[in-house]
């Protein structure tokens, strides 16, 4: 078996039966379900970064979660699913999450949904960014990881799908001071890519039935692609998975970061695929484009770098309230690891002096008021549909 191998398959649907089907297709190239033996117990890392009926494409799908819950558990695994969203790591927030996006479906077929919210310290020697970090103990009582992430437009890493998704394994409470640490995308695309090369699932797959695009990774809008991707390594995943909705890999920071590193190409075309992925191109999905997109590189020294650093801000994109859609709730101010939020008059308004454009407000906006703003001349600059101006 290839262990640089990428796989695709058609997944049209989500009856029981089409997705049980579609996860044995595309785990056949990646040598299948061999390696599961009775009495293992599997973690399946689910991305729940907030609770939402599975038709708004915000979560792993649980008809999914419940197929490969089946799969598992009739070669004798047990099989427990969990995921930290961005809130309080507890029973009442998990539990809601829980009922939100249909893991009784899951639950019915056997798994157990998880409810140790105990928080551990890791240590990473190898870690570029994040050596000492804090996760979610549940993953310890688990032999085997898998993750099953969802593809979706991201306001600040462009693309969520497999390398993103194990953000999850940071506690909900303290995934801000995160964004606060590592303000940059680089850096925090380089901490991704230390958890993803930390936890190391064995199986990556990636639900790209319904994606969402636009205003994501939660006020998206869900966007028929047909298929499931899978790869023993995320990067990979990734690489293709940018390719279908029409980002290049530097165009998403954990790519970048991953090529940085050699654990990825830099091309779709240098991917070993299994499946015709050209088939689920799409030409008009609605992305968002970080500033990475479009980075002005300019020389080293002083006048260059003073030139980079006044063209990036002039096109970098930026958290902007649409006034009338906002409701006041205050979640973004509360959620702001940079405390630049405040409500007047009903009204989010940000001081935009201390924002580090980590797009938490963006994500965690209940009714999508808070959007992605590209800079005009950013947007003049590049080509392709982009959602959430
Ligand atoms: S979270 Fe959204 S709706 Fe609530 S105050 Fe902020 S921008 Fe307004
Ligand atoms: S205003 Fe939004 S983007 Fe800016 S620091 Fe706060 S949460 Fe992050």
Redesign the pocket.
Known sequence: MNPNLVSITPCETYAPDVCEAALLSVLEPLGGLDWVTPGIRIGIKANLVTGAKPEKAVTTHPTLLAALTRLLKERGACVVIGDSPGNLYNASVLNRVYALSGLDEAERAGAELNRDFSEKDGYFQDAVQAKRFTYTGWIDGCDALISFSKLKSHGMMSLSAAAKNLFGTIPGTMKPEY?YRFPNPNDFADMLVDLDEYWKPVLHICDAVTAMEGNGPTQGTPKHVGCLLAAKNPHRLDVLAAALIGLEPREVPTIAAAVRRDLCPDAVERLEIAGDWKAYLQTDFEVIRNRNSLLFVGGNNLFGRAIRGAMNLCLESK?TVHTSACIGCGK?RD????H??SIVNHKAV?DRK?????????EFCPVGA?RVHRAPVAALLTHGKEGSK
């Open positions: 964004h958290p973004c959620i702001c690891p940079a630049t939020i940000i201390h924002c580090i454009k980590c797009f938490c407000c963006q808070m």
